[in-house]
């Protein structure tokens, strides 16, 4: 986008509200007209013959712009990833402990990360702890759905469940 002496074009299509009247104008008499209003010659269309241009307040115009990018940023969706963790021998009290936590996590629009734990021999068990993830989806299917099934990673078994959308 050029402004004021960057634009080469000898004649110019004004448009804008704080103009006498929208039209084409020579070049010089366009930046004449914004000097007179202490503003600024902004090109808007430089595809266009002749290139379209506006008298504004360049420096207000790239705040806004800025302001605008920043408020659009704020209100993207933000993914929160809450992590429940268990033990190949998780007894039931401790798993409806951790299934309640993950139904309000779900609830709230946040992604569940299960994960199993296996420590020193306890991978040999690497099936129980499968089960136990595959009980546990089951368990919030009416609250999320599993974005991925149970997958071993090193020492650990994860598994993603994502909340349903509210309609």
């Not at 008298?55 to 207000?60: F, G, P, R, S």
């Amino acid at each position: 986008m050029n402004i004021n002496e960057e634009i080469t074009a000898p004649q110019v299509r004004l448009v804008g509200d704080n103009i006498p009247e929208p039209g084409i104008y020579p070049i010089s008499k366009a930046m004449a007209l914004a000097d007179e209003l202490e503003l600024d010659l902004v090109e808007i269309s430089a595809k266009a013959v002749p290139p379209v241009c506006k008298i504004l307040d360049y420096q207000k115009y790239l705040y806004q712009q800025r302001k605008k990018a920043k408020e659009m940023k704020n209100n993207a969706a933000k993914v929160v990833i809450k992590e429940i963790r268990f033990g190949p021998n998780t007894d039931d009290h401790d798993f409806n402990f951790k299934l309640k936590h993950a139904q309000e996590f779900l609830q709230d629009g946040d992604k569940v990360k299960a994960s199993v734990f296996f420590k020193g021999r306890s991978i040999l068990y690497s099936e129980q702890g499968e089960k136990l993830l595959l009980k546990f989806a089951l368990e919030l299917e009416e609250y999320g759905r599993a974005e991925q099934m149970p997958k071993l990673e090193g020492k650990r078994m994860i598994m993603m469940i994502a909340p349903i959308k509210k309609k």
